[in-house]
């Protein structure tokens, strides 16, 4: 029999005895965990989740907290000589070993595996994120996605008639807080903002 599951925002085929490198998880070395997010049981009868399998769930141990091979990052921005670089990233990740697979009756009182935050959020940020609550929204700005929609609530902007009236004192603290050096003059938000806020 095999199952497959969803943690960390990916999903993985496992059965019984499998090990496996996934998300990190809030987890010690020989701590058992459960992941109830089961999409699909295989075996004699296939058993199709809407989405997951009511009642079914995978329990692992965990063997160890260990970091990903090293991955090389270069960064080239199109006609911009002076802004490349080149960054190293390994990522966290938990190394767990499938030791029971249920079809129904899962455990309860069994931990459940809960992806650590920066996973969560990572595993999030592939869905749109949606304006803030009586905000406007901000997607409709030139070069803004869910990640830069996000560091603009965080720093209290949420409609247009606010970028409308930065000064360039503004625009200077904005691109430091925003990591993006440029962007706000060379897309035109500004510009942007005005004729979104009249149409609002």
């Known amino acids: 029999m095999f199952a497959v599951i969803k943690t960390g925002g990916k999903q993985y085929k496992v059965k019984s005895g499998d090990i496996l490198r996934v998300e990190k998880l809030e987890s010690d ?43 090389i990052n270069f960064v080239k921005r199109r006609r911009k000589h002076s802004s490349q670089r080149t960054k190293g990233h390994r990522q966290y990740l938990t190394l767990v070993r499938v030791t029971d697979i249920l ?20 595993a999030e940020k592939t869905d749109a994120a949606p304006a803030a609550s009586g905000g406007d929204d901000l997607t409709k700005l030139s070069g803004v996605g869910p990640a830069l929609l996000k560091k603009l609530n965080d720093n209290g902007v949420t409609t247009f008639a606010q970028i409308a009236a930065w000064t360039e004192a503004d625009v200077a603290a904005m691109d430091e807080k925003l990591s993006f050096k440029g962007r706000i003059e060379r897309e035109g938000w500004i510009s942007q903002a005005k004729e979104l806020a009249g149409e609002a």
């Open 103 to 122: 079809e129904s009756g899962a455990s309860k009182a069994a931990p459940k595996a809960k992806a650590a935050p920066e996973a969560q959020a990572a």
């Open 29 to 71: 070395a020989g701590a058992s965990v459960q992941f109830d997010e089961v999409l699909m049981l295989g075996g004699d009868k296939a058993v199709i989740g809407t989405p997951f399998v009511d009642g079914a769930a995978v329990q692992a141990e965990v063997i160890d907290q260990i970091r990903g091979e090293k991955t």
